[in-house]
C-alpha cells in the first residue's frame, strides 16, 4: 500500500522544453487519488522559483514545499558550518545562494555550471580546494538529455575532475544521497518502505532511492533511459514502464 | 655503469620560465662524458619546435631526434588505424597535428588544452566518444606548477571527467607508460636496466619509469616537488637529490 510518491522532473515530467504526453493528468491523478506527492531533482542550472515556474508552463501546478533540491542541504551546511560558498553554479541558480554569508572560511559549491565550466573556473575551484576549502557537490550525475535530444556532461564529470586533481572528497547533496531521499519523505509523514520513487536515471533515481529504504523504485523509459540500463543496476527497478502516466496506473492499481 | 640518460624537461631544466641554475650546465657534462641524452616530455601546450627553441634559450641544444613527446607515439596510433583525430588541445600544439588525414573515422586525442577545456569543446568531444570513437590521452599528469609559482591543472582531471562521462577508457601516450619510456630508451640503442630517469614527478617520472625497467630513477627537489614526494610512491626513487646538477654528479661519479 503506497501511501508517497516521489517523482524526479527532468525526463519524468518533461524532456527539455516539451512535456512528457500525460506528465499534467498523472500528477493530478496522484492527487485526486489523495496521494501526497513531492518533486525531487537534481538540476542545478535554475532557481527552485524559476523551476515551479516551467512546472506551472506544463500545466503542473506545485507548491514551493513540494519541490526538493540540493540547494536547501547545501545552505543548511554553509550555515551550520560557518562557511561561505566560492560558487562554481549556472547563473540561473545564483538568486538561490544570494543571501549568503560573505564572512568566513571558504567552501566550494559545484553545480551543474553549464559554460561556467570554464578552464580558469576551474582553476580557481581546484585552488581553493588546494589551500583546504571543503568540497560541496550538489549532484554529480554524469549526463542529462540535453534540449537537442543528446546526452550532454552534467555535474558529475567536473565534481570528479575536482577531486582527482585535489584529492578532496565532494560531500554530495543531491541524489542518489540516502539524506535526500530520507528529507523529502520524511516530509510527506510517511513510511519510507511505502513510498515510491519514479526516475528516469536507472542509478542516481531508482538504484538510489532503494538503497535508502524507499518501498519501490519505477524506472520510466521516457528521458535519459536507454535500453538495458536495468540491468546495469543494483538493486534494480522494481518495475519498468513506457512513462510516468504508466508509472501511476501501477501505482493505484495495487491500491485496488 | 649507466649507459644512457632521460631527462624530464619541465620542473627539471626549467621552472616556467626560469632555467633551474646549472640545468645547461649539467647536460653538457653529460654529453662531454659521452652518454647519450634523451629529453622526454608530457607537456602538451607547445609544438616539438617550440620546445626545442625554449631549451636553446635556456642554453640547451638539443636536436629533434633527442626529444620524446606523447605526441609522435600518438601519431602513430591515428596513421596505423586510419582514424582522423578530434583535437582537444593547445594552439600552441596544433603545427604536431596540421598533416593529419581528413578522411576516415575519428578518435579523440586530449592534451593540456588550458582555456580550451571549455564546456562546449569538453561536451563535443564527450558526444564523439558516445558515438564510438577510440580515447587517445597524450598526457594524464593531475597538475603542474604554473607561471605564477602555484600548481593548476593538468590534462588529467580532464581526461578523468571525460572517461567518467562515457565510460570510454583512454590509450595514454605520455608518461608513465612504460611503452613511451622503452621506446626513448630503444633510440638510444642502450639496455634499459643500464639507463637512468631525472625527473621531478615522483609517480609519472620516476616511479613509473622504474615500473616500465629503466635501472634507476632519480627525483629532484625542482619543480613540482612537494616535501616528502618520494615516500607517497611505489617502487620508491633510487635517489632523492637538489636539482640537476647534483643528478649529474651522482651519474658521473658512478661511473668513477
Known sequence: MIT???????????EGDK??????????RLHAAGLPVRFLTNSTRRSKRR?????????????????????????????????????????GLEEDFADCGTEGPVAVVVGDAADRFSYQNMN???????????????????VFRD????????AGPFVHALE???????????KPEADFFRATVA???????????????????????????????ILVRTGKYRDGDEDRVDPRPSAVVADVGEAVDLILSERG
Not at 536547501?72 to 562554481?88: F, I, K, S, T
Request: glycine letters at 12%; aromatic letters at 6%; proline letters at 6%.
Open 124 to 142: 580557481n575551484a581546484f585552488r581553493a580546494l588546494q589551500d583546504g576549502a571543503p568540497f560541496l557537490a550538489l549532484a554529480a550525475n554524469r
Open 19 to 28: 512535456a512528457v504526453p500525460g506528465a499534467a493528468e498523472a500528477v493530478q
Open 51 to 91: 523551476l515551479i515556474e516551467e512546472l506551472a508552463a506544463f500545466g503542473i501546478g506545485v507548491a514551493p514545499d513540494e519541490v526538493f533540491t540540493p540547494v536547501a542541504a547545501a545552505r543548511a551546511w554553509l550555515d551550520e558550518n560557518g562557511h561561505v560558498p566560492h560558487l562554481l553554479i549556472h547563473p
Open 187 to 217: 516530509s510527506m509523514g510517511c513510511d519510507p518502505a511505502l513510498a515510491v520513487m519514479i526516475g528516469d536515471d536507472a542509478e542516481s533515481d531508482v538504484a538510489g532511492a532503494l538503497a535508502a529504504g524507499i518501498g519501490l523504485g
Open 164 to 174: 582527482y586533481a585535489s584529492g578532496t572528497k565532494p560531500i554530495l547533496f543531491g
Open 4 to 14: 508517497g510518491v516521489l517523482l524526479d522532473i527532468s525526463g519524468v515530467l518533461h
Open 147 to 154: 534540449k537537442d535530444g543528446l546526452l550532454s556532461l552534467d
